[in-house]
């Protein structure tokens, strides 16, 4: 789950959001996870939102580093991240 709201008229919106992992045979310190997840939805003023992210985990349990994209929206809650373990 993702709030965010419109940019343009500020209407808020819970978006359905959820991470997919892969995992990575990587060696010395474990495995390495990337984690993708997106959404999107239409605002009823007709502005397109839309939410990428993409976190690389390395070693388990920490966040190597992420990229994260959003358009038509600003993201007021974010989601948790999908760390494996601590
Ligand atoms: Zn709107």
């Known amino acids: 789950m993702l709030k965010v709201s419109c ?5 808020e919106h ?3 959001f959820e991470y997919e992992s892969e995992f990575f045979d990587s060696g010395d310190m474990g495995v390495q996870t ?7 939805d239409t605002c009823s ?3 397109e939102m839309s939410v990428h992210k993409r976190h690389m985990e390395y070693p388990p349990g920490q966040i190597e580093f992420s990229e ?3 358009e038509g929206c600003i993201i007021l ?6 760390i494996s373990g601590e």
């Open 7 to 11: 940019i343009e008229c500020e209407k």
């Open 14 to 16: 819970v978006l359905d």
């Open 34 to 40: 990337e984690h993708i997840g997106s959404a999107q």
């Open 45 to 47: 003023c007709g502005e």
């Open 68 to 70: 994260e994209s959003e």
């Open 77 to 82: 809650e974010e989601p948790s991240l999908p």
